[in-house]
């Protein structure tokens, strides 16, 4: 493959270069990850300044993400942005296989000429995002997106690592879920930026007005963060069926931004979390390392005699780390 062919195209723009490159990054073959890598090393020298607002998206099943998404994008395209979603879907636990049917569920932005998605399977990856999200948003930056929504699989509280690779973390609700409050003081409350109540609509747009002052109320009693202005984070109902709201919540979505970037809080999330996934990197190399002769061998070996009892865990798990990575025996790793 010709890198610098690719990373051209890619630059100017081209929709095939750019899934071609996701596809190259999204790989686990050894030769595939050396050339992603000099694809990303040619990107970031040659396209450094282009920028584009990362903006993390999650919401339990059932909630309106890909309706928001269609809607908010379509929102965004028709003021002349260009919008890349990386939807991330989740992977079966039994045959590895994911639907990837974001393209279907968001028919009209899917033929915008200033969109392009590209759905992902989570396969292993906990979090709710793919181990290579951040290589594809890297990707749509340097194809020139201005905008870049990345949808997480929905499934829960857990669902907090996309905050680690995005400007902006969104969290869609639906109004009368249940306990409106039940895990605001923790997990995934406490890193969105903004709380949109959707389908804000019909006869549920009173419980959403509720259910929406009732998060407002509990988001004054945490904890302030240093990376918000005054009354942030907020919450705001929006309807993305009606596409009501979504003008507002861009603005504040904008204001927000703004605010960051003159507080040095812009430049400093991204340089922390590019340490973040450095340290992520190493922490999946170490355990792809594990997964390998002669190491595998040795573990289904000490498996086996901890499975009749001959061996405690800790100490078999110590005899490994003591023959392959000596470095780390008896550490309490």
């Given at each position: 493959m010709d890198i610098e062919d690719l990373a051209a195209r890619i630059e100017a723009g081209e929709r095939r270069a750019l899934a071609r490159a996701?596809?190259?990054?999204?790989?686990?073959?050894?030769?595939?990850?050396?050339?992603?890598?000099?694809?990303?090393?040619?990107?970031?020298?040659?396209?450094?300044?282009?920028?584009?607002?990362?903006?993390?998206?999650?919401?339990?099943?059932?909630?309106?993400?890909?309706?928001?998404?269609?809607?908010?994008?379509m929102m965004l395209t028709g003021?002349?942005?260009?919008?890349?979603?990386?939807?991330?879907?989740?992977?079966?636990?039994?045959?590895?296989?994911s639907i990837l049917g974001d393209k279907t569920r968001m028919e009209r932005l899917s033929r915008d000429r200033n969109?392009?998605?590209?759905?992902?399977?989570?396969?292993?990856?906990?979090?709710?995002?793919?181990?290579?999200?951040?290589?594809a948003i890297g990707l749509c930056e340097a194809a020139g997106f201005d905008v870049i929504?990345?949808?997480?699989?929905?499934?829960?509280q857990s669902e907090t690592m996309v905050a680690e690779m995005s400007d902006l973390f969104l969290l869609l609700l639906a109004p009368a879920g249940g306990d409106e409050l039940q895990g605001v003081k923790r997990g995934i409350m406490e890193s969105a930026d903004?709380?949109?109540?959707?389908?804000?609509?019909?006869?549920?747009?009173?419980?959403?007005?509720?259910t929406c002052a009732d998060y407002a109320g509990?988001?004054?009693?945490?904890?302030?963060?240093?990376?918000?202005?005054?009354?942030?984070?907020?919450?705001?109902t929006v309807s993305a069926l009606e596409e009501a709201g979504l003008e507002a919540a861009w603005q504040e979505m904008q204001a927000l931004t703004g605010w960051r970037r003159e507080a040095g809080q812009f430049a400093a999330r991204r340089a922390e979390q590019a340490r973040h996934w450095f340290e992520a990197e190493v922490r999946e190399g170490l355990l792809s390392?594990?997964?390998?002769?002669?190491?595998?061998?040795?573990?289904e070996a000490l498996a086996s005699r901890v499975e009749s009892g001959e061996i405690v865990p800790a100490r078999a798990a110590d005899e490994i780390l003591r023959t392959y990575l000596p470095a780390f025996a008896g550490k309490g790793t």
């Open positions: 996701i596809t190259l990054v999204e790989s686990g073959r050894a030769d595939h990850r050396a050339q992603a890598t000099a694809l990303m090393e040619r990107l970031r020298g040659q396209g450094r300044g282009r920028e584009g607002l990362r903006i993390g998206l999650s919401g339990t099943p059932g909630v309106g993400k890909s309706t928001f998404i269609e809607a908010f994008g003021q002349g942005l260009k919008v890349a979603v990386l939807a991330v879907d989740p992977s079966s636990a039994r045959s590895g296989g969109a392009f998605i590209r759905p992902s399977p989570a396969q292993s990856q906990l979090g709710g995002v793919a181990r290579r999200t951040r290589e929504l990345i949808e997480t699989v929905g499934v829960g903004i709380i949109l109540i959707n389908k804000a609509d019909g006869d549920l747009k009173a419980t959403a007005t509720r509990a988001l004054r009693l945490l904890r302030k963060r240093p990376q918000d202005p005054d009354g942030f984070p907020k919450a705001l390392r594990l997964r390998q002769e002669p190491v595998r061998g040795a573990m």
